[in-house]
């Protein structure tokens, strides 16, 4: 009896854990080193951004002490990479559910293995769309590299152009200019 790791999941389902805890999505489908590196990121960002406390003041009704606690700073950083794990979640989960369908249909040997399972993460062959790759590096440097999965690099670049996005005043600037 052969066992297929890889099993149907529900796209839009994986999409919702993503919305609604940035990292959750990948944790459903075993991309272990991406969702590693998104809870350090959403920490760090929440953490400086004070957005647990903001939240909290808008809860309770207190909306100008909110404004005030809320680092726009950190919080205009959150965004790019939090839409990013959303869709990112989706687009795995459809290729993985490519690959589950295929396993089910027949178990063939090649020289070539689509897909391996470890420890650290699932890995598999897959083309990528370069418009896509340039659209995410457009709306944030470096996630196009995510796209491509050059986690290394990408997460350096992007840990790096954020440092220099927040001690440069750039999206503050632009938000108070909208």
């Known amino acids: 009896m052969l066992l297929n790791v890889a099993r149907l999941r529900n796209p839009n389902v994986v999409m919702w854990w993503a919305a609604t805890i ?18 350090v990121w959403e920490y760090v960002v929440n953490v400086n951004s004070k957005l647990n406390t903001a939240i909290l003041y808008t809860f309770t009704g207190r909306f100008d002490e909110a404004a005030q606690v809320l680092n726009t700073q950190w919080i205009l950083l959150y965004v790019p990479v939090y839409l990013y794990s959303i869709w ?10 490519k690959y589950s369908v ?22 598999y062959l897959d083309k990528r769309k370069p418009w896509l790759a340039i659209f995410w ?30 001690f440069s005043h750039v999206l503050p600037s632009i938000h108070y200019t909208f």
């Open 137 to 166: 590096s457009l709306i944030t440097p470096r996630l196009g590299h995510l796209y491509v999965n050059r986690l290394p690099s990408g997460f350096y670049i992007l840990i790096w152009f954020m440092i220099a996005l927040y």
């Open 102 to 123: 295929l396993a089910d249909m027949s178990w063939t040997s090649s020289e070539i293995n689509p897909i391996t399972f470890s420890a650290f993460e699932n890995n």
């Open 22 to 39: 940035p990292r959750y999505g990948h944790v459903m489908l075993c991309k272990y080193i991406k969702e590693f590196l998104l809870i």
């Open 88 to 97: 990112d979640s989706r687009r795995v989960a459809i290729d993985l559910n």
